[in-house]
């Protein structure tokens, strides 16, 4: 038998992920387009690593227990409450693994984290792709209770757009929709409020996050999940074992531990965002108000071309500079707007500079 | 609608996998019995951990194009051919996930790795668990041809005995059997030979391998695939994108790099196992020859007591003194023997004179 006939059906027809675009790094590269925070992680990291180094030939405790202690700490909920995740994608698709099957189908609004379908498509199972009716990116409650779905996953903020959602929104959504309700706040921290108070209403609700945005530790790949503990110990029954080895363990702890670190940088990022918003506001770019690490804005110029047209110029504009930001051209509702991570003050400077040139170029004659 | 009524079928049914127990470490504890390295990782690592910990705030390289080039090289195959994962469990998961599905079965050989088995469960597929006829735990290809699977499991070096096979064996298999073959060399570097040869013969053929034993990284989280590259696309489909951080690609890469101290280490495991092998046989005790780092030893005294009850009494009474080795009372063929890591040398000094004394004690009066 053939390679393609041995290989499983779901698998037969999956379309992976499609990460950002990691470029070689030259010393002047501007980095913009996977949400990453500018700062290195807290400097207290280096100080405790190396005693670990050692340790490595043992296996890590299976269930991060400290880890988990230090996150319930965080949040105020019982360690049971928490599952500790390689990354939140290893979470999400724990979600997708327990409270999906052939007759359990997956809800997920358009646009929002497209790894959610691609969860879906390797599980085999039904994905519905519930389209946002404008560009307010409203939720709709009714429509989310109306949708059969078995499980909802909702990004909050909103990615792309950054869009902030009153908790109200969810409470609504859980008095009439059946199903788990999955909250994925991996940017909630760079918002004025998050959807933890929900934990206490209901059974049937998940929130994500992970380290991977305000903690600086994209690299490092830990994400966690709060919930009640039925859901927590389902999720449990469908995680690897030592899915976060024990540099992760150690290293997601110190940098939960370190407030005084994580306050200093999440604020420089919210300033610089705020300060970059009102520059697109006074160039009166469309730009969506952000509770996140990024910014999703409509560049416009006095030319008749289209926003798409246009959208896309800058895009390679700034690429053929060294500014990687990200595009998403194949939705209707995107396809005209850009999303710009926030760097650090002088590359977001840098890059205000560089926008500035291109639109004296892009100026009528 | 309950969280349970929420719960996928397949999770509903499924019992997770039970790890080797992980004992709080006493400073006179004595760890054999998840089959870990008792040396550290190569002293090079810490070197070059610091740099890194301040680029943790980017993603990983997605693809670890670095790790796998290395990995490549040592093995003489194309880059192409390999594919990373967070441990071999999750390229285990991954074989399960592209190639078995409802129509598709797994199958096994029982007793051998059990995770194959909570794995397939996980998917919702069927497992067919063939058992050894005998204490021989020969294979037999013709029952894996006929046991009309998509995709068989075998572990090479066999666990929980350490025996090995010959390469024959395979080749045999693979001449009969139509489905995916994944020989499972976790403990291959403590063998005389290994698989890899086959991987010239046949498309089907996936060699899995765990940087946790030979290179004292259990704590790290690191395995890889060797397979046709065909199968390698297949298998990176169902991959998280970033499964493998940072720390663990460039830790990995320096183990695998550092040939000197992996010799050594091995070879030190592998000379201390024939000794405490000899003093097992000069003991009578049935003991498998073993090409792994540990050791299958069937504990005899001159009592009319059951075996079972010998190798438990044992298991206990080393467990009691801070000996920690492995037990597996549900299978006939395994609950009079004991799976016993091999330590450092002075480690298994101590077990040896606590062995001579549990022995003195259970002398017939």
């Known amino acids: 038998m053939s390679v393609k006939d041995l290989t499983a059906y ?18 002047r590269t501007i980095k913009l387009n996977t949400n990453e925070n500018p700062y290195p992680p807290t400097p207290q990291i280096s100080e405790s690593i190396l005693a670990q180094i050692t340790d490595l ?10 880890l988990r202690s230090t996150i319930a700490n965080l949040h105020n909920v019982h360690p049971d409450q928490v599952i500790v995740g390689n990354g939140s994608d290893d979470i999400l698709n724990l979600c997708v693994r327990c409270f999906s099957d052939r007759s359990k189908s997956i809800g997920m609004l358009d646009p929002s984290y497209s790894l959610y379908e691609v969860l879906g498509s390797l599980q085999g199972t039904e994905v519905k792709k519930i389209p946002f009716k ?8 009714d429509i989310i209770s ?12 909103h990615a792309p757009t950054g869009r902030i959602y009153e908790n109200t929104v969810f409470s609504s959504i859980l008095k009439s929709y059946l199903g788990i ?6 940017y909630a921290d760079f918002a004025p409020f998050n959807a933890i108070p929900l934990l206490a209403e209901s059974e049937r609700v998940i929130i994500t996050r992970t ?5 600086s530790l994209a690299g490092l790949r830990v994400g966690y999940a ?4 039925e859901v927590i110990s389902i999720l449990n029954k469908a995680r690897e074992v030592y899915n976060v080895d024990r540099l992760a363990q150690i290293i997601a702890q110190i940098a939960l531990k370190d407030r005084e670190y994580f306050d200093e940088t999440t604020r420089k990022i919210i300033s610089v965002r705020e300060r970059v918003y009102k520059t697109f506001i006074d160039w009166r770019w469309y730009t969506y108000p952000s509770g996140a690490n990024f910014l999703f804005t409509q560049p416009l110029n006095y030319s008749e071309t289209s926003g798409r047209d246009i959208a896309e110029d800058l895009y ?7 500014v990687f930001i990200r595009y998403f051209p194949s939705n209707q509702l995107t396809s005209s707007f850009l999303r710009i991570s926030i760097g650090k003050e002088e590359e977001m400077d840098m890059l205000i500079e560089l926008i500035n040139t291109w639109k004296i170029q892009e100026q009528p004659k």
Not at 57 to 66: G, H, L
Not at 181 to 186: C, K, M, S, T, Y
Not at 316 to 322: E, G, P, R, S, V
């Open 10 to 27: 779901s698998i037969s027809r999956h379309k992976p992920y499609t990460p950002g675009e990691q470029p070689t790094i030259l010393e």
């Open 57 to 66: 030939n043992r296996y890590p405790n299976s269930s991060a227990d400290d």
């Open 134 to 141: 404008d560009q307010n990116f409203t939720i709709e409650p």
């Open 146 to 157: 109306q949708s059969g779905t078995n499980i909802f996953f909702l990004t909050s903020p």
């Open 181 to 186: 309700l999955v909250i994925d706040e991996a």
């Open 211 to 215: 380290l991977s945005k305000s903690y």
């Open 226 to 229: 709060l919930a009640g503990k």
């Open 316 to 322: 390679k504009y700034l690429n053929d500079n060294n």
